[in-house]
């Protein structure tokens, strides 16, 4: 399974931006995708997932202002920031899995990250 991750860039305070991510591959058991960031100095932490379903969870403290979405046909997750903050920059990467459980422990794959910058 390939992850191709696209859209970040640099941002002021208040901005909005989405990322996109296109699966390719071997994704027929791929159930569930979605995006972690890791800030400077810290571990990488859960954004969002989202099943083929639609069953969705956030970083509780994201709710609100990102917003993930998928569009099945094209196996491509898409993560709609607004009102970024300063705080929000981060490499963000694309993650897919099997299960939604997966994607929240441990994602079976990886994508190259992309980075976003928030400027105040």
């Known amino acids: 399974v390939q992850l191709q991750a696209s859209g970040g860039g640099l941002v002021q305070a208040g901005g909005s931006l989405r990322l996109s991510c296109a699966a390719s591959?071997?994704?027929?058991?791929?159930?569930?995708m979605g995006w972690y960031r890791q800030a400077p100095g810290k571990q990488r932490d859960l954004v969002a997932v989202i099943t083929s379903g639609g069953s969705i969870n956030y970083a509780d403290s994201l709710k609100g202002r990102f917003t993930i979405s998928r569009d099945n046909v094209k196996n491509t997750v898409y993560l709609q920031m607004n009102n970024l903050k300063v705080e929000d920059t981060a490499v963000y990467y694309c993650?897919?899995?099997?299960?939604?459980?997966?994607?929240?422990?441990?994602?079976?794959?990886w994508g190259q990250g992309t980075q976003v910058t928030v400027s105040s």
């Open positions: 591959g071997s994704i027929f058991a791929i159930n569930a």
């Open positions: 993650v897919a899995g099997f299960t939604l459980l997966d994607v929240k422990r441990r994602p079976e794959y």
